[in-house]
């Protein structure tokens, strides 16, 4: 069975502090894909990144970074001078098989304060 | 582009009613998604679209969830006899082809079941 888990429910830091929102998955295929989502307080889920299994490749966006392991079935998130914007609640997402259903974890609730 | 449209934002029922969700997905995206998210929780898949068929419903929790796509283009969610159970915020999303596509949400539709 697939299952992502996210262990931190919620999360407060002051601007600018860097912080890693953390994601562990299971999974028992071999090709899949790893997302992450954002959700602020207006509802809407952004996408935010796509990761396939085979590209452990870290990647850098801006002040975004995400560290995926195969080795540890993790695909941590970064936020490097963490701003007020960032605030909002943080999916990570596991999809594979034939109709690639995203299977989402429980979020992590960021809170940014000034 | 437009993005993901749903309708309505909010929808208010009482128990025992019908109610019809709407998704109108991104133009030129073959596959759509329906997914529905309780309070506190990561978003749960319920249906999968390629075209006009449903491909996969294994996420429907009983049968007085339907949903359709007539035209494989809008689809609308549907739910008989609905009960307080129901009540959470229905997401659509769509993606361009199939298995190695990133879905792209819309902004949900808010259901309250009285």
């Known amino acids: 069975a697939q299952k992502v888990t996210q262990a931190q429910t919620e999360i407060s830091v002051v601007e600018k502090e860097d912080v890693t929102l953390d994601c562990v998955y299971e999974t028992r295929d071999t090709t899949y894909y790893l997302f992450w989502y954002k959700q602020p307080p207006s509802g809407e889920l952004v996408f935010l990144i796509r990761r396939n299994s085979f590209d452990e490749q870290n990647e850098i966006s801006g002040r975004y970074s995400w560290n995926f392991q195969k080795s540890t079935s993790s695909f941590n998130f970064t936020i490097t001078a963490s701003q007020v914007v960032d605030s909002a609640v943080y999916f990570c997402?596991?999809?594979?098989?034939?109709?690639?259903?995203?299977?989402f974890g429980t979020g992590t609730l960021l809170a940014v304060q000034p | 582009g437009a993005g993901v449209s749903q309708t309505p934002s909010n929808k208010v029922t009482e128990k025992g009613k019908y109610v019809e969700l709407r998704c109108d997905p991104i133009?030129?995206?073959?596959?759509l998604y329906w997914y529905r998210q309780s309070l506190g929780q990561g978003p749960e898949f319920l249906i999968y679209?390629?075209?006009?068929?449903?491909?996969?419903d294994s996420g429907l929790p009983n049968d007085r969830f339907f949903a359709v796509r007539p035209e494989g283009s809008v689809s609308t969610l549907k739910i008989q006899r609905t009960e307080r159970g129901d009540s959470a915020v229905y997401l659509c999303a769509s993606s361009l082809r199939l298995s190695t596509d990133t879905q792209y949400f819309g902004p949900g539709t808010r259901l309250t079941v009285l």
């Open positions: 997402a596991l999809s594979g098989g034939a109709t690639n259903k995203l299977i």
């Open positions: 679209f390629q075209g006009t068929g449903a491909a996969d």
């Open positions: 133009s030129g995206h073959t596959a």
